[in-house]
């Protein structure tokens, strides 16, 4: 299982770069107020849950590496695009969009490991 759970982190990871770095190209416009920022922040959400889940640390050293790394991504992705050639552009919002979500993820997971480690004792720390 902790196998499965590092290859889906490691493989949402690449999907992220490569959807941050990718051309735009024939991507079709999408006609929803704040859409853009919804998917940034649905991407670094499901980034810092499954690096949470993927990692064996004890939930806080977890917590704090996955934060710091998230947080270099999330203001990361947006200073490669702004240093592309090519259809991209780094916005200011989508970094912070890409940060809360990455803390909605972080979030949401500790809060259920907690839950779960409270309701059936320390066995249950397998289970996330």
């Given at each position: 299982m902790p196998r499965f759970r590092l290859a889906l982190a490691v493989l949402w990871t690449l999907g992220i770069l490569l959807a941050t770095t990718l051309p735009m190209g024939d991507v079709p416009d999408v006609d929803v107020s704040h859409f853009d920022?919804?998917?940034h922040f649905a991407l670094f959400f499901g980034f810092g849950f499954l690096w949470m889940w993927a990692l064996t640390l004890r939930i806080a050293r977890r917590a704090t590496l996955v934060?710091?790394?998230?947080?270099?991504?999330?203001?990361?992705?947006?200073g490669l695009q702004w240093l592309m050639a090519f259809e991209r552009t780094a916005d200011l919002a989508d970094g912070v969009a890409n940060l809360l979500g990455l803390l909605g993820g972080v979030a949401v997971f500790t809060l259920m490991h907690l839950m779960l480690t409270r309701a059936t004792g320390p066995s249950a720390r397998s289970a996330l």
């Open positions: 920022k919804a998917v934060l710091m790394v998230g947080a270099m991504g999330a203001f990361g992705t947006e």
